[in-house]
């Protein structure tokens, strides 16, 4: 393939400068590089975004009345559309936030027998191909594989008896917009092709060369339902003039590739067929061969479903012969690990890169690891990293230790997920300066925080016993009684020194509180003495000044001191807003609106609260139809 387009071979390092990894240029070659300190402003990337409170899939479960409620205030008193979106887990209801999304569950919205689905798919079709004159496989394609689209038909003639007589009844005297049934049956959904909606037409049969070029790929052998990715990420190939198409598809194929590659490259890549023929999927093929990788076998592993970019793949195959990987074995790195290539075109190989390097890692460091790599995929391998190096920050590791046990055990932070740092100090019983020092002489300890695996306590060290004598001491101050359950129960959930729980202990007094009422508080609540100083202090700061209970309220509810001020103040926001419509009780007790589970406080004053809105909003509706 020598004859074939030739390329000014760019530096992979110039590559991922351009895409945000700008340490990786400076720093490959500079094994002088600082980086302690770079780990101090290191950009960990972002995991992959969390799938939104509400998104265009969001079921919406509701109740009997409530939902009924809801469904007639969103056509009438809610212009917005905005509607509560409902998660039931077992009996526990949560508001998880609003959906602003009107595009409604059509088919599971309206009950419809499959027989009568069927007859209004056979009536469609019969208009389609009959009097619309479309061909039969694209008329089948369309009514079968639209269900949104089909939705809205039925709605159309609900009431009727005859499904397939009402249809066509309608089809005579309301012709359809044969676009949508088109774009939804390539496998495209409603938010996704209403922009490609033309304005000023309704008939396929107005936009001839559309139809032409998507005839092209199905003749080809491209499936119908997967040219909806291709019309979206090549819009411009379906106005091309006839011929066109066809012979780029023909060219692909004088490269030596077969008919059933080129379609799952195209399906996979649409980007391929604008313009020439693309040039780095070119060099690619040339590398791929030259490496000895079967071209056949790539493309079996191709997913149609993910896309691929070729440019960036060039780099990661410029960039590994860079670290010093020879021909020969590269080939064998690819052959067992071909995610390197096809998992996000090789990005995970520039963040695992990029994260090593911006810790002080070299070349020959990169390269040991990508030659001895584990059996773990490359995108699973970078989420592990970034978990390890997250939970070394949360256990306050120093930041050189950090970058030194990364660098030297890289492949056990990459194998494996770790349990997060609080419920591995939990289980195990231990402080974060020891659990420190248990992961730097063993790094290899790591293996046993795993998720999945079970963690015992570790036996008390010299500094725990002298701690526990200490913490005996402050209790047998504060007026325990030794050996008792009240104290056994500190001893087991405080943390800290004996000095910490007594600078925490002074410091409540000083707010004001009786000696002998912070004793019975701790009695009750020993955990609030974990907390330090600062956050005990902002927490009843809130609680004065915010929510304008006395300090005296904390010798009833002590435990307050140890819920987060976040869920505090949701609760009460709550709270105040039944209580100012006369919903609630004045002057409730904090421990009835924080101390009950979620479960409970949901079926207390989250139904409340809906019901509360949904009335108040159902009476501004009345208004304004009256007036």
């Not at 995108?379 to 190096?389: A, H, I």
């Not at 010299?462 to 005996?472: H, V």
Request: charged share 25%; proline share 4%; net charge positive.
């Amino acid at each position: 393939m020598a004859h074939l387009w030739k390329l000014q071979k760019p530096s992979p390092l110039q590559w991922i400068s351009r895409v945000g990894q700008e340490e990786v240029v400076r720093l490959i070659n500079n094994p002088t590089f600082n980086g302690r300190n770079a780990l101090c402003c290191a950009k960990i990337p972002n995991l992959p975004p969390r799938r939104g409170f509400c998104s265009k899939e969001s079921h919406i479960t509701k109740s009997a009345s409530v939902g009924s409620q809801l469904g007639s205030l969103k056509s009438s008193c809610f212009h917005h559309r905005m509607t509560l979106c409902w998660v039931k887990t077992s009996s526990l209801v949560h508001i998880r936030g609003f959906c602003t999304d009107k595009t409604p569950k059509d088919l599971q919205a309206i009950s419809r027998s499959p027989r009568v689905v069927a007859e209004a798919q056979a009536a469609l079709v019969d208009y389609l191909h009959s009097t619309r004159g479309l061909q039969f496989p694209d008329a089948e394609q369309m009514s079968k594989h639209s269900p949104n689209f089909l939705a809205k038909l039925l709605k159309k003639v609900e009431n009727e008896e005859d499904t397939a007589r009402a249809l066509t009844r309608f089809f005579r005297y309301h012709p359809i917009n044969e676009f949508e049934p088109f774009f939804e049956g390539m496998g495209l959904k409603p938010s996704e092709f209403n922009s490609f909606l033309p304005r000023d037409l309704m008939f396929l049969s107005d936009n001839e060369k559309m139809l032409e070029n998507y005839h092209v790929l199905c003749n080809y052998g491209i499936a119908r339902g997967k040219i909806g990715k291709i019309y979206k990420e090549a819009t411009e190939i379906f106005s091309y003039e006839p011929g066109i198409l066809g012979s780029k598809l023909q060219a692909y194929e004088g490269l030596g590739l077969s008919k059933t590659s080129i379609i799952k490259i195209v399906a996979s890549s649409p980007i391929l067929l604008v313009g020439d023929v693309n040039r780095k999927f070119v060099k690619v093929l040339e590398w791929l061969e030259d490496i000895g990788i079967q071209l056949d076998w790539i493309w079996g592993i191709l997913s149609e479903k993910n896309s691929y970019d070729w440019s960036r793949m060039l780099v990661i195959l410029q960039y590994f012969t860079e670290l010093g990987f020879t021909n020969q074995e590269f080939g064998a790195l690819i052959r067992k690990h071909p995610d390197f290539l096809l998992d996000g075109s090789g990005k995970m190989v520039l963040l695992v890169s990029g994260l090593l390097l911006k810790l002080g890692g070299t070349k020959k460091e990169l390269f040991g690891l990508f030659s001895q790599f584990p059996d773990v995929q490359i995108g699973s391998f970078m989420k592990n990293m970034r978990r390890g190096l997250i939970f070394l920050i949360e256990i306050e590791m120093d930041p050189g230790d950090i970058q030194r046990l990364l660098l030297t055990h890289t492949e056990v932070f990459g194998s494996y997920s770790l349990k997060k740092a609080n419920s591995i100090l939990t289980y195990l019983n231990v402080g974060r300066k020891r659990l420190c020092r248990i992961i730097k002489d063993d790094p290899h300890q790591l293996k046993k925080y795993v998720l999945g695996l079970k963690l015992n306590r570790l036996p008390n060290s010299g500094e725990s016993e002298k701690s526990l004598g200490e913490k005996k001491k402050f209790l047998l101050r504060l007026g325990f009684v030794e050996k008792s359950k009240e104290m056994e129960k500190a001893l087991k959930v405080f943390r800290g020194k004996g000095s910490e729980l007594q600078d925490r202990y002074d410091f409540l007094v000083k707010t004001g509180l009786d000696p002998n009422d912070v004793s019975n508080m701790i009695k009750l609540a020993p955990q609030i003495l974990n907390q330090k100083i600062d956050v005990l202090q902002s927490k009843i700061d809130f609680l004065v000044n915010n929510l304008g209970y006395p300090l005296s309220s904390l010798i009833a509810f002590p435990a307050y001191m140890s819920y987060t001020v976040e869920r505090v103040k949701l609760r009460f926001l709550m709270y105040t807003w039944l209580r100012d419509r006369g919903k609630a009780r004045p002057s409730l007790a904090l421990s009835s609106f924080l101390a009950c589970s979620d479960k409970i406080f949901a079926k207390r004053y989250l139904t409340m609260m809906v019901c509360t809105h949904i009335w108040s909003s159902r009476q501004v509706f009345n208004r304004f139809i009256s007036s």
